[in-house]
Each structure stands twice: as C-alpha cells, then as structure tokens.
C-alpha cells in the first residue's frame, strides 16, 4: 500500500523499503531479509529472529507478507503495520544519514506496538461469518 491508515501516503523510501520485505517474504528469501533487518531487531539479534521465520517450513512468512499487505500506522518512529489476527510489523524512520529499516516482526502481537494495533482493529469493521 501506498498509503497509511489514515490515508496519507507513505514515502518513497519507506515503500521501497516495505515492498522489499514484502517480496523478499514471498520468496523465502532469508539472506535478503536479514540484510533488512535493524540489529537489534525489536528485542533480539537478526539471526534469532530469522530462526523464528525459519520455523515450520518459513510459514510465519505468509503470515509477513499478509501484515505488509495491511495499511501502516504512522507514527513519530515509523511505520506500524498490524495483522488482523495479531501479527505487528514495525520499520524504524530514517533520518538524513541513515536510512529508515525494518526493526521489528511478531506472529502475537506481544509487542510494544500492539496497543496501536489494538485501536486500529477496534476502529475497523468486522466481517460477519
């Protein structure tokens, strides 16, 4: 998406920047993805991280790519991107010298950003069966 949840659009970095995750989950891609990753990355290493995304055959990817298909929260430290079944994604801003990078993924939505993404999935509509 080009634009976040509140319709504003999202920069030319930070989409080029999400895209890549996005199609480097697609493909299972996990050289690639640790190359994109903050270190720390939210509360632990890349490599720890990476062997998360690893487990069950690179199922929580699908689960990845879903989330960045979502529209983002912006928010003063970035981008926040929430899964309607729980999953946060996060890519930290960049400043002038350094460009901003994807800092945080979660399947549980235990993550500090889960309180965003908890009054965003409040404010939408839910589908009836």
Not at 8 to 37: I, K, Q
Not at 45 to 66: C, I, T, V
Request: charged content about 20%.
């Amino acid at each position: 998406m080009k634009t976040d949840s509140a319709g504003s659009p999202l920069g030319d970095n930070a989409f080029v920047t999400v895209s890549a995750v996005h199609e480097m989950a697609c493909r299972h891609d996990y050289d690639g993805l640790l190359d994109m990753m903050e270190n720390p990355f939210g509360d632990k290493a890349p490599s720890e991280a990476l062997r998360e995304l690893r487990a069950d055959g690179g199922a929580p990817l699908a689960a990845l790519a879903q989330t960045l298909e979502t529209a983002p929260i912006s928010d003063q430290g970035g981008l926040i991107y929430c899964h309607p079944r729980g999953a946060t994604a996060a890519f930290a801003r960049g400043t002038q010298d350094r460009p901003g990078r994807w800092s945080h993924f979660t399947l549980t939505g235990a993550s500090p950003m889960d309180g965003k993404c908890s009054e965003l999935r409040a404010e939408q509509p839910t589908s009836s069966p």
